[in-house]
Every structure is written in structure tokens, then in C-alpha cells.
């Protein structure tokens, strides 16, 4: 239990959270990586307003994983305030 609550809390600091999206660098040009291209802040799932990471590696991830070629992002946690909204997998 508590390699594991380790695990999820290091994966917040190496930038799994919601204040750091918009930090995120391509390293192969090292250049700040805009916003717009990384987070859906507003898109309407199921008549709720959700946001959603949009990276390349993680569409290409979820893609594959569901085997649909149309998905937009992948959304992130609407509930639980501050510490989990926006910093966790829905």
C-alpha cells in the first residue's frame, strides 16, 4: 500500500497535475509546450463539462488501447476538490 501511494504521489510531482499542464516541454525541440495543445478545458461528455488531456502520446495511447481512432482526449476527475480534480485519470 504505501509503495504504491508513493508511486501515485511521485507521479504528481513529475507533473501529473493540473497546475503543471501548462509547463510541459517537447523534448525533442525543448519548447514550452502551449496549453491548448496538451488540456481540453471544456468539453461537453454525456451533457457534464469535463476537461481532458490531449497530448499526442496519450491519444495515441488511448487510441490504440480502445481500439477508436476517434477520441478527442482523455478525461480527468471532475470531483474531490483541489488535491483531485483535474490530477487524476476519470
Known sequence: ?????????????????????????????????????????NENVNGMSRKMIKSPKVLETARKHY???NIK???????GGDGSAGSHWE
Do not use: A, R, W
Open 67 to 69: 481500439n477508436c481512432n
Open 1 to 41: 500500500y504505501f509503495t504504491y501511494t508513493f508511486m501515485h504521489e511521485i507521479f504528481h510531482i513529475l507533473g501529473f497535475n493540473e497546475d503543471l499542464y501548462g509547463d510541459f516541454y517537447n523534448p525533442i525541440t525543448n519548447t514550452k509546450i502551449p496549453l491548448s495543445d496538451i488540456l481540453i478545458s
Open 73 to 79: 482526449g482523455v478525461e480527468l476527475e471532475n470531483q
